[in-house]
């Protein structure tokens, strides 16, 4: 299995990535991402009970069928709490995707990042969709993979390739981070592409488990998104035999989860104003739910990551955050262990002795960037 | 009902506070409350897991009996995940005290404040004691507030005075904050006093009603603390006749409301680093715990706390933090409003238009300067 921090797009995808106009200055701002074949699709979106409009509308198409041939971007607006009109705009957009390529309605995926409550220029975007659909291509992924960008400090890609038999099976990863972000920017969007054959059920498995432990064991502010989506698509291409269970689906879960873990861990290292970037290892918990929650919950405290900041090696942080996330741990059983602050990756050991499960959540620092970002915008 | 931001002791308590040495620099560190007769005692801890050692000695004292007539406090020291040791030590704190106030053991409460995970320094409490004791007065009360601040701006205190028939009745409170403190000294501690008769069973239902409301209505950054303790003495000295229900009661309860919101308000307006005081109104819940989980989500968001300090009107910050509560509410229905933010004291409505509750939280900003109050120390 080897892993490529760029983007090589699998067997039957091609991408594209143009300027419509949303973002100022002719930046990049409209992606597509394109399968030759109809491809099986999984997806999972943010559990904040604010969805985005693409959100809205992706689940009514994935509720219909799970057959997509591709995903269209634009950046520099969230179509967020912009109502039934956000929601028929983020419709129109897919719809004119779909005819652009010549396929049927619904079978387009749509996804915004940006400014939260503000109306999606839907037609800069439908003037722009010849062009998009005109310069597909392997190498269009250079350019999608910038225009899904708000202001993210660096694109995210990762490319995994594994065999099956005789067969090169390819994972690309694309991914937008909540790093680096101007206000109402924070929303993560991960698109990632195989040419793996693979049954619907083992796809949605795969992406349930690699998600549980890789994008939902980081965070950055603690803010949940009302855009977060991650959409996986699998053509067949690459002609090996069907994945579904044994040791071919192992092998794809393990390179799905080097690409989740890998993007996951990209985003952290992007966070907003991060000078660190710290691995939080909770073990001896009774379940993978309660060491995440343990861990999450010092990830999550502004003392905490102040702490990690400025280097201080206050054990007593750990303790208290540990404390207040209402799981029972006992004080006589507890072992914290802090590496050297000094350097940049940082890793946090919490031991609380009660069963066998163990949980890994990663996350940035809080400094006065973080601050400055977020207050001096608009 | 008159309502005064300074502490003026009720009929039959005093206090002093003095210099022990657990602070450098002969600062104030030790303080005692002193009823002259047995108080009926109600009392709210933190709801933290990891609990200071004085929590478990008080917890065990008033399982035994519900009358006390102290409340002993040092500063400088939280006495916490300080194991057997430290609740050995506490135990000392409060004996040692009341072997010097002629009190049979158990009668008095203990509480602690400062670094999570040092030794407390006992030997230097007991050595102090008979000075506490001695130095006992109504005047007393200056010192004593402020000889359990840790590094509080300003010390917290309010009186409020109300009659019952033509009995003049007095509550006070003193409280310190989660305010302008170093690292690991994120602990709240509020002690109220009231010369009025009142019933055990009175006495217990006001407090837990006026603390939800108040104590647990307010966040400076999120972060439970270990030590978080609010004492509320009742020791009949006015002299009115006995509250327990009806019009007295109401009285009571307004009264008790006012201090501990006030005491409350003047914590998160002393929070750490704090540059503006937010007051956040939840309207159209379906019931109070639900609208304060709306407020508590939106106060302890990161993006809200820095677009306050940013004065930037961001709404949408606003939506996603109470989409992310999990609290199931509808994007059309929502309104929000913000007061200018150009002043220090800020205002947000949100109205989720689903039923008839309400609830108010307080909150402060997030500026470089916590970043820096809290990275910096050791």
Redesign the interface.
């Known amino acids: 299995m080897k892993v490529y921090k760029k983007a090589i797009l699998p067997k039957g995808f091609k991408a594209s990535g143009v300027a419509c106009g949303i973002k100022k200055g002719r930046k990049l701002d409209l992606a597509l991402f394109y399968s030759e074949l109809p491809a099986k699709t999984a997806a999972k979106f943010t ?5 985005a409009a693409h959100i809205k509308v992706d689940k009514r198409y994935l509720k219909h069928s799970k057959l997509f041939q591709a995903i269209a971007v634009n950046s520099g607006n ?1 179509n ?2 912009t ?2 009109k956000g929601e028929q705009v983020a419709g129109e957009f897919s719809k004119s995707v779909a005819r652009a390529l010549q396929l049927n309605k619904n079978k387009v995926l749509v996804a915004s990042t940006g ?3 503000k109306p999606l220029a839907i037609d800069k975007i439908k003037k722009s969709v010849p062009e998009l659909v005109s310069k597909l291509s392997g190498k269009g992924v250079e350019k999608a993979k910038n225009a899904i960008l708000t202001t993210d400090s660096f694109a995210k890609t990762v490319t995994v390739k594994f065999n099956i038999g005789n067969q090169a099976i390819t994972l690309c990863g694309v991914a937008k981070g909540a790093g680096m972000i101007a ?2 920017m ?1 929303t993560m969007l991960s698109f990632i592409f195989t040419d793996a054959n693979i049954t619907q059920g083992a796809l949605n498995k795969a992406l349930g488990i690699c998600v549980k432990q890789s994008f939902n064991c980081i965070t950055v ?6 855009n977060d989506s991650v959409i996986l698509l699998a053509n067949g291409a690459s002609g090996s035999k069907l994945i579904n269970s044994g040791k071919s689906y192992d092998l794809f879960l393990e390179a799905l989860n080097k690409v989740s873990l890998e993007l996951a861990k990209m985003i952290v290292k992007d966070g907003e104003g991060a000078s660190k970037f710290i691995e939080i290892n909770v073990k001896g918990a009774n379940n993978f739910a309660q060491a995440k929650r343990l861990g999450l919950n010092i990830a ?4 905490f990551k ?2 990690m ?2 280097e ?1 090696p ?4 750990i ?11 006992k ?2 059983n507890i072992r914290v262990k802090l590496s050297s602050l000094k350097k940049k990756d940082i890793s946090v050991l919490l031991d609380i002795k009660q069963g066998k499960s163990s949980a890994t959540v990663f996350t940035s620092d ?3 960037k ?3 970002i ?5």
């Open positions: 559990t904040n009970k604010i969805e969230a967020c709490f109502g039934s400014i939260i409550g206000p109402d924070a502010d603690g803010c949940m998104s009302t999550n405290s502004n003392l102040t702490a900041f400025g201080n206050n054990f007593g942080r303790i208290a955050a540990a404390g207040a996330s209402g799981i029972g741990i004080e006589k809080l400094t006065p973080y601050i400055k977020n207050a001096e915008y608009n």
